[in-house]
């Protein structure tokens, strides 16, 4: 026989064979013969991959790297080795939080509940060893170290299982699964010994227990192993499916027990399984439970309506005192941890309701409890009130503004005073006070013990009839004889907590809150504005009583507030909301009047402007502009420190240049325009909006503060209306310039740049290699401005008043006059246009030709080209007699062109050099756009201010706006290198 069939026949001998030592002194005397035989090596591999080969689940895996962690852990706490305790929890909190891990967890009943034992154990066994201050003294460095950083990781890693953690605490039962890993059969014997080392908690000086345990567990492997060789041919038998009366019987057997349920390839495997018992859901019973407890609740049901009829019974029959006293504690019960604020209110408010009846010295003050309980539903800074308890708090504070404004005569009306502490004790009876005494008394007693008279029963007597009375009969008692002890006067003063101006004043705040948090293209806002006129009738009233009461400051607060709801809204939407016709003119200056006389110097700003806003926005620019000077706050708003207030400047700013606009005052317009529309912020100067700054990231805080100052979107102003204006206004006073300028270094004429950043515009308009049709509002006035510049006026007059931005301006007739006014002043550019750029191709003009050409009369371009001449921007002549115009051709010297390039040069160094010192001070925020400032920057609010340049200007009669102080006093810094002394109305 071959060495091959050899070495394959003993290897079958041996994984036959039953006695270890045989088999590895056969496998022994096989490597000697074999020595380096690879055929010999492959038989062995296979045997060995055929006996050790076992194919485990994901789950299993899983598991046991959990309960293979655990182990060391557990082995690590009985010789108290730290270092080790750390390093397998960390182990075993790595495999518990991997991603697939988690998955196969979640897919199998979620959290084992030995892992939940262990951070239990663990928990208790660090706690423990901490609190052994002298242990842990004796411990090494690294040993300590270890301890503590146990301690600070276990808080960390309980906190996603601290539920667990608490139930397991409060049910320590071991589950079925530890309870067979701890207690399994002694019959094997390397599994008992794996289990006495892991969870024996014996010390291993007790070598007899052991000994003994041993010897049992040997004895009883031998007799297990004695009985299965005797019954070896048996289970063969059964294996290979014999026909003999044992193999049946036990087949029988294995059918009618555990083993009946499995099926297939399970069912012949040896291992423990654990079959569960199917339970048999008793439905009828169930249903029998569903029956019974329907008829329990119709019974409950049935019972609950007496009980509802003799409730309101008890409460018609609540005397005031009781209300009062009811009211007392629901009050004092407000803010405790645990109480519910709803629950509170619901209270309150059935209170009220009852306590209609009694008047309203008592009505009030539950009305005014009611209305703080609605206002503490609102947790948050940021939340605001929902808005049917916004409705209710409006309709409880109506119902005291009427109660207190009933009647015709004044002197009978009531008022509202502080609450005293006299007036609570009389509401409540004196309870506790009664109780101070009844103690007193106690202590006093001779024979009777002292706990005894405590609890005694106190009998009150009414001094008037004898009789006996409770504590709230008594107390009704004492409230009305103290009412009818008043006067007239102190009869109408209602004691009450609370101020109402502060209610007012909270509920104009949470109304504006909701405007800014709902959706403004939702139809929710369009409801939600319905309740302005409700809260525009709740402050005429509230104001009309504190002028009735002569309480001024409170009465300002209320005037101002009015103000704030009327001055944005145009008469013609006003008459649509209202239904008729108000005249808002008189009402907005009467109300700003008495603000003026009565109000904080922040109330005057605010209310100045607002009065301004109002002036613009109905076109009577004139008025706004004087009222603007006088009050001067184009030089204080910088100093106020309000951002809303700095808003609300930078608001009235724009509106007074679109009223300018509006009425064809295209400097002022763009004077007032320029600075918020030459930034980027615009949306943050008017509070519409939050732009994205890519340079640096807001705190959070300051996002939140700056959400919380938006206007509301009903107060905005149209930014693609306000660009329009600003760049129209532009367009009108930078092209008759460039067209004077010329190229650049052949025209001897000095002109002034109005606006760098519209000349920009244009430059990058006409670099580009391929420009499609116009379609923002900044493509058709780019297309405007290069037909103005060919002196094609028609087609730059169309393009402007195709504009579809034109309809959202309000007002009868408005839309029609902004037309007319842009093609008159394009006219009259155009015609300037064409003279700075072809004069001097022309040797005479003729007046009728011109007025043909650009549709003016003979007037109109007589003016104009007299104007030109007196300011000698053109120089020609009149020749009356023909009505020509003889131009002549001026050239400059060579002195006067070197004297010229040096002024050029000088400008632009006195311009360098303020940037330099601009650096070094700090206020580096020049605008190369028009030569402006920002304004001041309020950091700590985290907002830009802006005094819009507009603001800063002084009017004369005969020049346009100059800047104040230091950035126009000189002329302008960078608003031109030409005139230093502003330019001059050209309208």
């Known amino acids: 026989m071959s060495r091959f069939w050899a070495a394959n026949e003993s290897s079958s001998d041996e994984s036959s064979s039953d006695d270890s030592s045989v088999s590895s002194s056969s496998s022994e005397d096989n490597k000697r013969a074999g020595g380096n035989n690879k055929w010999l090596e492959f038989s062995d591999d296979s045997d060995s991959e055929e006996e050790v080969r076992v194919v485990k689940s994901a789950k299993t895996r899983t598991f046991e790297s959990l309960e293979e962690s655990i182990k060391k852990i557990r082995n690590a706490m009985k010789v108290k080795d730290y270092a080790t305790i750390q390093a397998s929890c960390d182990d075993l909190m790595k495999t518990v939080s991997s991603t697939k891990s988690k998955t196969i967890i979640d897919a199998h009943g979620g959290v084992p509940r030995f892992f939940v034992r262990i951070l239990c154990d663990l928990e208790d066994f660090i706690m423990a060893r ?286 509202l005073g502080p609450a005293s502490t006299e007036d609570d004790d009389v509401m409540i009876g004196n309870s506790l006070g009664k109780k101070k005494n009844k103690t007193k008394d106690a202590a006093g007693v001779g024979d009777v013990g002292a706990v005894d008279a405590a609890s005694a029963v106190v009998q009150l007597v009414n001094p008037h009839t004898g009789d006996p009375e409770t ?282 740049v109005h606006s760098r950043m519209f000349r920009k515009q244009c430059d990058i308009y006409n670099r580009q290699v391929f420009t499609g049709p116009p379609e923002q509002i900044k493509d058709f006035i780019m297309c405007a401005t290069k037909a103005l510049m060919k002196g094609e006026w028609n087609e730059c007059a169309n393009l402007l008043t195709g504009l579809e931005v034109w309809n959202l301006v309000p007002g009868d007739n408005a839309v029609e006059k902004i037309k007319t006014m842009l093609v008159e002043k394009v006219k009259l550019e155009g015609l300037r246009t064409f003279l700075y750029a072809f004069s001097a191709q022309y040797d005479s003009l003729s007046l009728g030709q011109l007025c043909d050409m650009f549709g003016l009369s003979k007037n109109e371009v007589h003016s104009i080209v007299s104007k030109m001449m007196i300011n000698r921007e053109l120089h020609a002549s009149w020749d009356q007699p023909t009505d020509t115009i003889v131009l002549r051709k001026v050239e400059a010297s060579s002195l006067q062109m070197l004297a010229l390039q040096f002024a050029e040069k000088t400008a632009h160094l006195v311009e360098t050099n303020e940037r330099l010192l601009d650096t070094k001070t700090g206020n580096f925020h020049f605008r190369d756009g028009d030569g402006q400032r920002y304004g001041d920057h309020n950091r700590g609010h985290g907002q830009r201010r802006s005094t819009a340049s507009g603001g800063k200007q002084n009017y004369s009669s005969n020049r346009g706006p100059k800047r104040s102080g230091r950035g126009g006093g000189r002329g302008g810094r960078g608003s031109g290198r030409g005139g230093r002394g502003g330019g001059r109305n050209r309208n």
């Open 130 to 415: 901490k609190k052994d201050k002298a242990a842990f003294k004796k411990l090494s460095p690294s040993q300590g170290r270890a301890l503590n950083r146990m301690g600070l990781t276990m808080k960390k890693n309980n906190r996603a299982y601290l539920k667990l953690m608490t139930e397991y605490r409060a049910n320590p039962s071991i589950s079925d699964n530890e309870a067979s890993d701890d207690e399994k059969p002694k019959a094997v014997v390397s599994d008992s010994d794996s289990d006495s080392d892991s969870d024996s908690d014996s010390d291993s000086d007790k070598k007899s227990d052991s000994d003994a345990d041993s010897k049992s567990s040997s004895s009883s492997s031998s007799s297990s192993s004695s009985s299965s060789d005797s019954g070896s041919d048996s289970d063969k038998a059964s294996d290979w499916g014999s026909s003999s009366s044992s193999s049946s019987d036990s087949d029988s057997d294995e059918e009618g027990g555990a083993y009946s349920e499995l099926k297939g390839r399970a069912r012949w495997l040896k291992t423990n399984t654990v079959v569960v018992e199917k339970v048999v859901k008793d439905k009828e019973g169930r249903g029998q439970a569903r029956k019974e407890a329907r008829a329990a609740a119709a019974v409950a049901k049935a019972e609950e309506v007496p009980k509802e009829e003799e409730l309101k019974e008890k409460e018609e029959e609540m005397s005031a005192a009781v209300l009062n006293r009811k009211c007392k504690e629901v009050v004092l019960s407000r803010g405790r941890r645990g109480n519910d604020t709803k629950q509170v209110l619901e209270q309150l408010e059935k209170l009220s309701e009852l306590s209609v009846k009694y008047g309203p010295r008592v009505e009030i003050p539950m009305l005014m409890h009611t209305i703080t309980a609605q206002f503490d539903l609102v947790k948050t800074l940021d939340d605001y009130m929902e808005t049917p308890v916004w409705k209710s708090c409006a309709e409880h504070l109506e119902r005291v503004a009427s109660v207190l404004e009933a009647g015709e005569d004044d002197s009978k009306k009531f008022c």
């Open 471 to 752: 504590e709230d009969e008594r107390a009704e008692r004492l409230r009305v004889e103290k009412e009818a002890n008043m006067t007239e006067e102190e009869l109408r003063v209602i004691p009450v907590v609370g101020s109402l101006s502060l209610f007012m004043n909270r509920l104009d705040q949470e109304y504006l809150k909701s405007l800014q948090r709902i959706s403004s293209h939702s139809p929710d806002y369009i409801v939600r504005l319905r309740d302005e006129v409700q809260l525009a009738k709740l402050l005429t009233m509230i104001f009309n009583y504190f002028t009735r009461v002569d309480s001024k400051e409170e009465a300002a607060q209320m005037a101002l507030r009015r103000v704030e709801h009327l001055y944005y809204s145009h008469d013609t939407i006003a008459e649509q909301i209202n239904g008729k016709n108000v005249d808002t003119v008189e009402l907005i200056s009467g109300l700003c009047t008495f603000v003026y006389q009565e109000g904080t110097d922040r109330e005057k700003t605010r209310a100045m402007l607002c009065h301004i806003y109002h002036h613009a926005l109905h076109d009577r620019f004139l008025e706004a502009r004087d009222l603007l000077l006088m009050s001067h706050l184009q030089d204080n708003i910088a100093n106020v420190g309000d951002v809303s207030t700095m808003v609300l400047f930078n608001r009235m700013m724009v509106t007074v240049g679109l009223s300018a606009f509006r009425l064809g005052r295209i400097w002022d317009a763009h004077q007032c325009l320029s600075e918020i529309c030459s930034g980027r912020n615009h949306r943050e100067l008017l509070a519409q909006g939050i732009s994205n700054n890519r340079y640096g990231d807001k705190v959070p805080e300051e996002e939140k503060a700056e959400k919380r100052r938006q206007v509301p979107y009903h107060q905005h102003i149209n930014l693609d209306l306000i660009e329009a204006c600003h760049l129209i206004s532009a367009m009108l006073l930078e092209v008759p310039n460039m067209a004077a300028a010329g190229d650049e270094g052949t025209s001897t004429r000095r002109v002034k």
